[in-house]
């Protein structure tokens, strides 16, 4: 991993920001939705705690398990490589992991069952969030045979519609659309 990969300082922060914000808004939604259950149980509101609970589960299963699998790919398999990051990594795949099982339980549990599930994903994602914004990204940022643009281009479960044409120079991201 001591082989340098071309990369642009400015490319790679704009490619950190990006991933922080997706993270921050998918951890305001998150919480929102673990809220409304929550608060649906200790109303025993049953109507609204089965709202609350198929949307918090659609959610888990199309926004935050292909997020934690998408990262599995180029972004966690090249620090992973690096000595330096292989422990790193191999706690975050297990955190994954736990999340995965954590969503699972939340399925079919009911009531006080499926708060106690879902306040678990809020605090595991919101611990994990932290681990990948502050060690795990600015440690493919700072490695020089890494590129956290390189990484996460082209992957909008990663950094959201908004970013995902704006990939690096030379990276394999899929070109804009060529607007009429
Ligand atoms: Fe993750
Ligand atoms: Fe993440």
Redesign the pocket.
Known sequence: MDTPVPKNAEEEARALAA?EAH?AGMLKRLRALIAALTQAVKAHNTVAEHDAHEVLVEWCETELVP??LA?EGPLYSGAGAAPEGRLLVAGMLAEHKVIVSLVERLRTAQGVDAAVAAAGIGEVFAL??DK?NGLLMPFIVESPGLSLAGSVAGLHE?VGEAHVHAAPHGSVAPAPPVST
């Open positions: 991933v993270h997020h934690a990262e994990h969030l990948e990663l």
